[in-house]
C-alpha cells in the first residue's frame, strides 16, 4: 500500500489519517484530545478528517484549537450535512 498519495493539484497527502468522529464532544476530554491530534501531526500523520456533522459542530470547533501553529502542517479533509450537499450549501456552511 502507497504511504502517500499525489493530488491533482501536485499536492503529496498521506494514505492515513486521523479521524476525528466522537472528538470534541465532552469537555472532560477536550485537552487529551487535543494533545493526541498534535501529537499525530508531530510523528507524521498530517490528513486529519472530520465533519460538520460530528459533535454538531463541537469537533470542528476543538479542531481548529488543536491546529493551531500547525495548520499549515495539515491537510484538512471534511464533509458537510447531506442537507448541505450542493455548492452554495456548503460554501454556507463553512
Known sequence: MPKTVKLPGGET???IGQGTWFMG???ARRAREIESLRL???LGATLID???MYGDGRTEDMLGEALQGYRDKVFLVSKVYPHNASRRGAVEAC
Open 13 to 15: 497527502v498521506p494514505a
Open 25 to 27: 464532544e465532552q469537555a
Open 40 to 42: 499525530g501531526v508531530d
Open 50 to 52: 472530520t465533519a460538520e
